[in-house]
C-alpha cells in the first residue's frame, strides 16, 4: 500500500525544523533548511503560528502535467516519480508555479525540484506528532 505525509496537528507545530533538517539531511546530505522536502514557515506578524507545506499527494497532480519532459510522473496511488535524467532544469520551474499545494521547492543548485518520496522521516522526527505517515486514502 502507497503511504503519504500527512499534516494531522498544524496547531502543535513548534517551529523547530526538525522535521525539515531530517528531510535535508537524509535525502540531500546537509543541513539547510532550505534543501528538503517539505517547508515550515512562520505566519507573518503571528507568534506561534507556522504553515507547513508538504506534498498533498495529489492521485493527477499538477505538476506532473505542467513537466514538460516527463521528468515528473504520476505515482500510482498519489505523489510523482522524479526522473532527474529527464529534467532538463527550466529556469521558469512550470512544475514548482504548477503545484495546487505550492509545496514542491526548488533546488536552486541543481535546478530541479525536490520531490519529495513520503518516506516519513519528517514524521519521525516532529516532537509534536504534526505529521504522520498513512495509507493513501485515509
Given at each position: 500500500m ?59 497532480p ?19 516519480i ?5 529534467c ?23 535546478k ?15 516532537p ?11
Amino acid at each position: 500500500m502507497v503511504k503519504l505525509i500527512k499534516v494531522v496537528n498544524r496547531d502543535q507545530c513548534i517551529g523547530c525544523l526538525s522535521c525539515v533538517f531530517a528531510c535535508a539531511r537524509t535525502w540531500e546530505h546537509v543541513v539547510s533548511p532550505d534543501m528538503a522536502c517539505l517547508t515550515v514557515r512562520r505566519y507573518p506578524g503571528t507568534e506561534g503560528a507556522f504553515s507547513i507545506r508538504v506534498c498533498y499527494g495529489c492521485t493527477d497532480p499538477d505538476c506532473a502535467h505542467a513537466c514538460p519532459t516527463r521528468a515528473l510522473t504520476p505515482r500510482d496511488g498519489g505523489g510523482v516519480i522524479f526522473d532527474s535524467a529527464k529534467c532538463i532544469h527550466c529556469e521558469d520551474a512550470p512544475c514548482v508555479e504548477a503545484c495546487i499545494s505550492k509545496s514542491l521547492p526548488w533546488n536552486e543548485k541543481e535546478k530541479e525540484p525536490f520531490v519529495c518520496t513520503h518516506c516519513g522521516i519528517c514524521a519521525n522526527f516532529c516532537p509534536n506528532d504534526v505529521l504522520v505517515l498513512v495509507e493513501a486514502g485515509v
